[in-house]
C-alpha cells in the first residue's frame, strides 16, 4: 500500500484530544503515522502526492455499540458484507453485533463460525455480543469466561431483559470476576407487556398499548441497587426518558456503569409515529418530546456516554402489516453520522462532543483500540462534508433491509470517504 | 319522504374515524340519517340509490350488531353486500392483511367496510384499495358509526347536544367507542365525563378535553345522559379488577348511583351488555329511561347514510 497525505483538513479526535486544522498521514502498512497541524504542505516530502480537503472533517472511524445483523438465521434481513457497506457508507468501521441470532451466539463454537464470516465477508471490524443467557431464555447464563477468551468483548440479551433479579445478581457477580462488560435493554416486561409505543396521549389516542417510562427506569434502578455491591462493567444499552435521566443523575457519582442512547430517541418523539408509522415503532419507544429534550441535556452533562444507530433491518413483509403485527426496529446505520450531526447544526450539542460519543467513549467501554487516532493504530477513519444537505430515500439505502425511520427527511452532512486500514473502501 | 340522488359532499374519502371529519361532515351524515330513520319505518324499506355498487363486509372480529346493520343498511339502499367469513378465508392461512385487500380490491368494490382486532387497520387497507372505506371498529381506537349513531340517539330525545351534560362510563381503556364519543361529543359542544376505575383509565385521557372521575356519583351529578361501557373482559390480559361483584358495586349503574344524574336523564349502552356487571337488568330494559333499543334502529338509518355518502 502506498503512503497516503491528506491535508487542510478539520481533524477531531477526542481520544487525543484533537481538535484542529491540520493533516494526516497514513503509512504503508495502513496505521496512523502523523496527525494534527505539524502535517503540513511544507513538512511532507514534495514528490508525494497530497490530498487537499479543503477544511473537510476527518473523524476516527464511528464505534456503533448496537447492531444487529441477520447472520446466521435471517440473511434475507442483513448479512455481514451488506451491514459492512451500509456502515462504511456512513462513515462506521466497528460494530458490536447483537446475538439475537438464529441460532443465538451462545456459545463457543458458533463465535468460531461467526468470526470466520465476519472476517471473510465483512470489511469493517466486527465485534461479536454474546447473549447473557443461554438462548436467550432468561434463565442460565452462557459461558461468559470461555467466550471472551474467544474474543467476544461484551454480553447482552439483545433486544430482551434480565427479567429474574436474582439471576441478574448472579451474572453481574460472574461479569465482576472475569472483567466481562454486561449490556443491558431496561424493560419491566409485566410493565411493558404488549406495549408498542409510549404510554400517553399518542397511545391514547391511537388505541395501542402504551410501554410506561417506569418501565424502563424499574429495571434501570434494579441494576443500579445490585451494582452497589459488585460494580461489574455495566452498560445501560439505551435510555429513552426523563425519569431515567434523572436516576442516572443521582447514581452517576456514586457508582461505575455507562449508559447509551438509540440517535433515533435523540432525534424523534412520539409524534413522528402520526398515521401508524411502522417503521417507528421501536425499542425503547419514541417518547415525548420533553423526554427527547431530557437526552439531549444529559449528554451535554456527561450523563449519556454513547449514541447508538441500534440498527435493526427488517425486511418490508414485517413491516407492511399492521402496527400490532408489525416488527420492532429501524434501519440506521448508514444514517447515524448525519442525524447525529443534525444535533450539532440546530445548536444542541458541541461537534467535538458528538464524535466523542460516536468513537472514543465506545472504544474505551469496550476496551478496544479503536475509535481513535493514535499513532501506530489502525487507520480506520473517515472524511466528511459535514454542512453537505441531501435528503433521505428508501431506495438509496445500502443496507438490504430499508426500514429507515427518517424517510424524506433533510439531513446536513455525508461522508464523503471511509478507510479501514488505511485502505479506502468507501467513496461517494 | 324526499330520499334523492342529491349530490352530497364529504371532504374525506374513507370514514377511518371521529377525528378526520369536519363538523360539517358530521352534519351532512346525521342530516342524511335523519331521513333515512322514516324510511326505515315505513312499508317498504327498499330503495334503490346504491343500486350496481359492491359492499364488502370484512370482519375479522366477532361482531353481530354492527354486522347486521352494516348488512341490512347495504340491502336497504340497493347494493350488493357479501360479507365475508374470515374464519374459513385466506387470512386464517397466513394471508396479510394487505394481501387480502389487494385481492378484494381486483373484485371493484365500491365500498369496503372492516372490523380488526389491530387499531390503525383500516387506514393501513384505505391506503391499498382504490374504493371507499368505512371503519366498523379498529382495535382500540375508533368506531365512528357507533359515535354517529349515539348523536344522533341523543338528537333525538334531547334535540340538541350543545350544552349536555355526558357521562361515559365504564372500560374507557378497551373502548374505541369511548374515544370516537370523546371527539364527536366535544366536537359538537358536549361537556364530557369519563368515570372509571383508574385501572382502566388510558393514559393522559384528560388531554382530550374531558373530564375524568373514578367516583361513579360524582361522575354522573346533574348529567342528561349516562352512557354505560361494556366490560371487556376478552380483553383483559392481566388482572384489571378484582371481581365483577365489587365492579358493580363501585362502577355497575343501579337506580340509586342514577339518581345522582338529571331526573330527565338517559341511559346509553353500545351492546352487548353485561346485565348485572355494568347495568342493573331492569334500568337496562326501562323503556322511560334507556335509549339503549333506539340505538341500534337508528344505527341501521347511520350506516345507510354513510354508505350513501361515502359511495359517491
Avoid at chain 2, 205 to 226: H, P, Y
Wanted: aromatic content about 6%; overall charge positive; glycine content about 6%.
Amino acid at each position: 500500500m502506498k503512503k497516503k497525505y491528506f491535508l487542510n483538513a478539520n481533524i477531531i479526535d477526542p481520544h487525543n484530544s484533537i481538535d484542529e486544522l491540520g493533516g494526516l498521514i497514513i503509512s504503508e502498512e495502513g496505521k496512523i503515522e502523523a496527525v494534527g497541524k505539524k502535517v503540513n504542505k511544507n513538512n511532507i516530502p514534495s514528490r508525494e502526492k497530497f490530498i487537499d480537503l479543503n477544511g473537510k472533517h476527518i473523524f476516527p472511524g464511528l464505534v456503533d455499540m448496537r447492531v444487529f445483523v441477520g447472520e446466521p438465521g435471517y440473511e434475507y434481513k442483513e448479512n455481514f458484507r451488506t451491514l459492512s457497506n451500509a456502515a462504511l457508507s456512513g462513515g462506521v468501521t466497528s460494530v458490536v453485533t447483537m446475538p439475537n441470532t438464529d441460532p443465538v451466539i451462545d456459545n463457543v463454537s458458533i463465535v468460531d463460525f461467526l468470526k470466520r464470516r465476519g472476517r471473510d465477508k465483512s470489511k469493517i471490524n466486527i465485534f461479536p455480543a454474546a447473549s447473557l443467557t443461554k438462548n436467550l431464555e432468561g434463565t442460565n447464563m452462557t459461558e461468559f469466561g470461555l467466550l471472551k477468551k474467544k474474543g467476544i468483548i461484551g454480553f447482552t440479551d439483545g433486544t430482551k431483559t434480565i427479567q429474574n433479579t436474582r439471576l441478574m445478581s448472579r451474572i453481574m457477580k460472574s461479569a465482576y470476576d472475569l472483567d466481562c462488560l454486561i449490556m443491558q435493554h431496561a424493560e419491566d416486561y409485566e410493565l411493558s407487556k404488549n406495549g408498542m409505543v409510549n404510554d400517553g396521549i399518542v397511545s391514547t389516542k391511537l388505541g395501542l398499548q402504551g410501554i410506561p417510562d417506569i418501565s424502563e427506569k424499574i429495571i434501570i434502578e434494579r441494576d443500579l441497587s445490585l451494582l452497589e455491591d459488585f460494580n461489574c462493567r455495566y452498560h445501560i444499552s439505551q435510555v429513552s426518558s426523563a425519569k431515567s435521566v434523572e436516576l442516572i443523575n443521582q447514581k452517576k457519582n456514586e457508582i461505575n456503569f455507562t449508559t447509551g442512547v438509540s440517535i433515533n430517541n435523540l432525534s424523534l418523539n412520539e409524534n413522528d409515529i402520526g398515521d401508524f408509522k411502522t417503521f417507528l415503532k421501536l425499542s425503547p419507544p419514541l417518547r415525548t418530546e420533553d423526554d427527547r429534550l431530557s437526552l439531549i441535556k444529559a449528554i451535554n452533562n456527561d450523563l449519556i456516554d454513547v449514541i447508538v444507530s441500534d440498527h435493526k433491518p427488517e425486511d418490508e413483509e414485517s413491516k407492511r402489516i399492521t402496527f400490532s403485527q408489525a416488527a420492532t426496529g429501524a434501519s440506521g446505520i448508514e444514517t447515524l453520522l448525519p442525524l447525529t450531526l443534525e444535533l450539532f447544526h440546530n445548536g444542541s450539542v458541541k461537534l467535538f462532543k458528538l464524535i466523542e460519543l460516536l468513537t472514543s467513549n465506545p472504544a474505551k467501554i469496550l476496551k478496544i483500540d479503536k475509535g481513535n487516532l493514535s499513532i501506530g493504530s489502525d487507520a480506520d477513519f473517515c472524511i466528511v462534508d459535514i454542512f453537505k444537505p441531501w435528503i433521505v430515500k428508501k431506495e438509496k439505502i445500502v443496507s438490504k433491509s430499508k426500514n429507515t425511520c427518517i424517510e424524506d427527511k433533510k439531513l446536513q452532512g455525508l461522508t464523503m470517504k471511509t478507510f479501514v486500514k488505511g485502505e479506502e473502501l468507501f467513496k461517494i | 319522504m324526499a330520499i334523492t340522488k342529491k349530490a352530497v359532499k364529504i371532504s374525506k374519502k374513507h370514514l377511518l374515524g371521529i377525528q378526520d371529519l369536519s363538523i360539517s361532515d358530521v352534519n351532512l351524515i346525521l342530516n342524511e340519517a335523519k331521513e333515512f330513520i322514516l324510511l326505515n319505518k315505513s312499508k317498504n324499506k327498499k330503495i334503490d340509490i346504491l343500486r350496481g355498487k359492491t359492499q364488502i363486509n370484512l370482519f375479522f372480529e366477532p361482531s353481530t350488531r354492527t354486522q347486521s346493520s352494516f348488512e341490512l343498511a347495504g340491502k336497504r339502499l340497493g347494493a350488493d353486500v357479501m360479507s365475508m367469513n374470515i374464519v374459513n378465508s385466506a387470512i386464517k392461512k397466513g394471508e396479510t392483511l394487505i394481501d387480502t385487500a389487494m385481492t378484494l380490491n381486483a373484485m371493484h368494490p365500491d365500498i369496503i367496510v372492516i372490523r380488526h382486532q389491530d387499531s390503525g387497520a383500516c387506514n393501513l387497507l384505505s391506503q391499498k384499495v382504490n374504493c371507499a372505506v368505512l371503519n366498523a371498529g379498529d382495535g382500540r381506537r375508533e368506531h365512528p358509526t357507533q359515535a354517529l349513531l349515539d348523536a344522533l340517539t341523543i338528537i333525538d330525545r334531547k334535540n340538541k347536544i350543545e350544552g349536555l351534560k355526558i357521562a361515559i362510563c365504564g372500560d374507557i381503556l378497551h373502548s374505541r367507542v369511548a374515544r370516537s364519543n370523546i371527539y364527536l361529543l366535544n366536537m359538537l359542544g358536549a361537556e364530557v365525563n369519563i368515570v372509571a376505575p383508574t385501572n382502566l383509565l388510558p393514559k393522559d385521557i384528560e388531554k382530550l378535553g374531558v373530564n375524568t372521575f373514578s367516583n361513579m356519583e360524582k361522575g354522573i351529578k346533574e348529567c342528561d345522559i349516562v352512557m354505560m361501557l361494556r366490560l371487556q373482559n376478552e380483553r383483559m390480559t392481566s388482572s384489571f379488577l378484582s371481581s365483577n361483584r365489587e365492579y358493580y358495586e363501585y362502577f355497575g349503574l343501579t337506580p340509586d348511583k342514577l339518581s345522582h344524574a338529571k331526573k330527565d336523564a338517559l341511559i346509553m349502552h353500545p351492546g352487548p351488555m353485561n346485565r348485572g356487571i355494568e347495568i342493573d337488568t331492569k334500568l337496562a330494559d326501562d323503556i322511560n329511561k334507556s335509549v339503549i333499543k333506539e340505538q341500534v334502529e337508528l344505527g341501521v338509518a347511520v350506516r345507510m347514510a354513510c354508505l350513501k355518502i361515502f359511495c359517491e
